[in-house]
């Protein structure tokens, strides 16, 4: 837990540092071109990857009722028959992390009594980290687009529509921190995760929370000049890269640990945004005894024909009765 | 067999965790915590790689010289044929969503049986051979070295593991412990690692046909006594046809239904049910055996024991299968088995029941019917006559087995069924049935006695929830569709819910059914006196 606290803390102090003795161009320039690039390298080499290896056997999970008789009502989304339903079914699991929500804890009473209890904490917060995420990647549009396009106006103005303060906090900013908040207090807290929990889980955590906060602190706290920083970011879309004067060193850390943020997500657990959708246990139709499913590896059928076992259990199975494909007269007159 | 605690004590055994971390602390093989090893001949006659003595509780486990070049190309080779793997291996995020789901962790508090430990104890290994992450960081990026000590690690936990798929149900990417467990028993099967009670029924079942080593005529022999006492109980004298060409269906069910109580009871339900209504069947004496332990050992063999059926169904021209109770003997047919040795003879057609005209389209490739699917289109169109009152003495709740909810959905057919058969029927609290089932804590070939305290402990969910219902609604039958279930439930509810007899589900159909030109029934299956039906 340490190790990713400081691991992080560093890459903020070399930013820091690194903006503020001539290395500008370097964070605000050279780095993103160079994070982008290997974030989506990274990203389609993984997806890659992971799609060379085939699906040999189709195994969903079935969370409900299949579909057989006609009068037994099927569950269409948790034990999908059609393709429809599995496309479904995906949404389901991508947009409202359907398989959390079923989330419960356990417990032993006296008595003793094992009892569950419905655990939707770790559902809402995970939702809520991921909207707000990806509401303020969507915000973060303004700064690549000229003139800003009417829907980015329009989420700002609800995501800042509490009016509170200046520039208006925006509700997201304040959510993305509990959610962070709460999946981190999670890991420390609780026995079990805490247990589970490597370097690997704290990391993006506190990269995360580093990324929020030095955004925080730089439009709420210390206001960096906003237009430069659209100079800088309108540059960079247009491949036509400047660097203005008088960019606050908030930014360069901010931007820094986006910069980190993407070089590292290729190459970590945060892949589950792309595994997701090829986790054969959801994304597969029940209908297995319907179509055939194809291996491609499928190895020749080796077995114990039946002309085998009849050979060995001839005479038993003529004593008793049994019909046989061939006598044992046949047998032996074949030998 | 060690002697087993109170469940009081078993209970209050429940260790907290420990506070070294995991990659610091080793299993204990203490008595009643391990499988014993599978013999050599049966190994070596099966042509597993790797064949030697061994034993969990000694020092060395005798592995092959290079047993760390075999896991290392084992396992690569896995990650190219499983995308399922290589995915999981990758995506986990340690969200903890899993861990209180294993049966086996709320049992014996072990953190290695919270699913996501037990994966990332292969997990961590993968990283440091096949991430760079992995490589330089080591145990920083949870990377850790393989040695002996982490192949004793996985046996005793991936033999902690009944492949259930519960977790898999919670996780938010679908991770699934059975596929990770199945690949680690693989793995360690190349080593000649492989337990006594799944490689003694693989060896029988390639042999004789079933699990039990019954031969063809001992086969006859059991089913014709059993045909015996249906006789006494109903009256009527059933002839089942074996091994007989040109019927429409073969009917296939694990062979402990032949066997064992109470499942014998299960398959004299059968028969006298194919009486009734007329059925054009034969049985296998070559296809006895619907469950697959191979399925517990790799995917090869399971391939290489299923095959049989469709050989069988092939050689006595029959049009499609049926399929008795059983749960992972369901997973394999419902998901692997088209796939595995598909597609199906020419000569079968997609199921159609002859007596109601009923199509199964959803079992239109592989041509195999579950019988509970069967019986309860029976019954829908009316097909039965039924007498339920035959079972007021019983009030009866339903164990689903992992399987067959939640690797096929097969989840409101034996409910249908069982509540046309029996007027007082209560489910068990909905946390711990349907989709959410929990394991009787013996599936996957772990329904091994030596193993008893770590069953008792598994079975401490499913044991408690069924404890809940006789306390609450006066529950005295658990009804269930499996053939591991009637094995392992009997003891289950013994330790936790003294008290509850365990029946195969067409146990209970056959004492409801009203057969043509039967005796006044007094007697159930079992030969015991139906209450209120002695004298009328």
Redesign the interface.
Known sequence: MF?SLLAVIALGCIAWLGAASGFQYLIGVVLPYAAVLVFIGGFVW?IV???????????P?????????D?????RL??P?TVTGTVGRMLL?VLL?R??F?????E?QKG???V?YSAKW?WLF?LLFHYCFLLIFIRHFRFFLEPVPFALTAIEFVDGIMQIGVPRMFMTDVLVVAALGFLLA?RLF????R???????YFPLFLLLGLVGSGIWMRYFTKVDIASVKVLTMGLVTMNPVLPEGIGAAFFVHIFLLSCLLVYFP???L??MG??F?????NLP??????????P???P??????AE??D??RE??E?????V?KTSEEAAAAE | MSKLPTPDKLIATIPAFPMEGWMDTKPEFKPGTWCYPAKVDNMTALGMPNPHEWSADQEDWNLPENWEEIIYEGLKARLAKHRSLKVFMDICVRCGACADKCHFFIGTGDPKNMPVLRAELLRSVYRRDFTTAGKLLGKLAGARKLDKDVIKEWFYYFYQCTECRRCSLFCPYGIDTAEITAIARELLHELGLGIHWIMEPVFNCNRTGNHLGIQPHAFKEIVEFLCEDIETVTGIKINPPFNEKGHEIVFITPSGDVFADPGIYTFMGYLMLFHEIGLDYTLSTYASEGGNFGSFTTFDMAKKLNAKMYAEAERLGSKWILGGECGHMWRVVHQYMDTFNGPTPPKMETPKSPITGTVFKNAASTKMVHIAEFTADLIKHNKLRLDPSRNDHLTVTFHDSCNPARGMGLLEEPRYVLKNVCNNYFDMPENTIREQTFCCGGGSGLNTDEIMEIRMRGGLPRGNALRYVQQKHGVNTMACICAIDRATLPPLANYWAPGVTVYGTHELVANALVMRGEQKRTMDLRQEELPGMEDE
């Open positions: 190790i993984r990857d992971w799609a060379k290896s085939p699906v040999p056997f189709r195994i999970t079935t969370g409900g009722q299949q579909k057989s008789l009068w037994i009502q099927p569950a948790d034990s028959f699991e992390f398989s959390l079923r989330n419960t804890s356990v032993i003793p009594r094992v569950y770790l995970a999670r609780s026995e079990k995760v247990y589970i929990s490597l370097a690997n889980d190459f970590s657990k892949m589950h595994g997701v090829l986790s054969p246990t959801r029940n209908n297995t005894r319907a179509v055939r499913h194809v291996n590896w499928n190895p059928k080796k077995y114990r024909t039946y076992y009849e060995e259990f038993l199975m004593e008793a009765g049994l019909p494909d």
